[in-house]
């Protein structure tokens, strides 16, 4: 290659990287948030979960008026619940989420273990100041507290049907625990009636 091809290529590859440079969303992230109009909710699944595990209560609830903004799920590190781990996500992740959203508090609707996790983010990583309301599903909360945080409205939802959860692990004391039945504990994320008691436990 002689010096003008090699300074034609100098030149060329230059300014494709000012071009990256310059141009938002090329090279660099210029997504920016407005401060969103409901309360920020964030999702927390349980032992072997994953964050798709909200899908169908996320579709539900952007049919009730949420934007997709609004709604937020973790893929938490221990996927076997480790409390320390867990919660240390849950901090850094909702601090995350009011960054984004502008929200001083957030809600977080959890499912089994996951609300085990939260209620520990709750009550020993700072999580009284920054959550409103926290909906548990077949949570079990009685692994970290047997009363619902000072401050946080807490919402129980377990079934007299979830073999995996005991109701009796998922009651708390000054929570506003509601039972129902024929309902699974993966059930509690797939189920209608569930879904609306999600939709008053946030709206209240």
């Known amino acids: 290659m002689n010096d003008v091809k090699k300074s034609k290529l100098f030149f060329a590859m230059v300014m494709s990287i000012l071009i990256a440079i310059s141009i938002p969303g090329i090279g660099q992230s210029s997504k920016t948030f407005a401060a969103t109009e409901r309360t920020p909710v964030v999702f927390v699944h349980g032992l072997t979960g994953s964050d798709s595990n909200f899908t169908y209560i996320e579709s539900y609830l952007r049919g ?5 903004d609004e709604l937020f799920a973790i893929d938490l590190p221990s996927k076997q619940g480790n409390q320390l ?3 240390a996500a849950i901090s850094q ?3 995350n989420v009011l960054r ?3 929200h001083s508090k957030v809600n977080i609707v959890a499912h089994s273990m996951g609300g085990a996790n939260s209620l ?3 009550l020993n990583r700072g999580g009284s100041t920054k959550v409103d ?3 548990t599903l077949g949570g079990a909360n009685r692994l970290t507290t047997t009363s619902a ?3 946080v409205e807490v919402t129980s ?3 007299t049907s979830d073999t995996i959860v005991s109701p009796a692990l998922s009651r708390l004391s000054g929570a506003n625990n509601i039972q129902i039945s024929l309902v699974s504990h993966i059930g509690l994320l797939f189920n209608s009636r569930v879904n609306a008691l999600i939709k008053t436990a946030l709206d209240e």
């Open 100 to 102: 984004e959203t502008g």
């Open 133 to 135: 309301k926290l909906v």
């Open 85 to 87: 781990l867990n919660s």
């Open 64 to 68: 009730q008026g949420w934007s997709r």
């Open 157 to 159: 939802i377990y079934s």
């Open 93 to 95: 992740f909702v601090d």
């Open 120 to 122: 520990y983010y709750i």
């Open 149 to 151: 945080p000072q401050g």
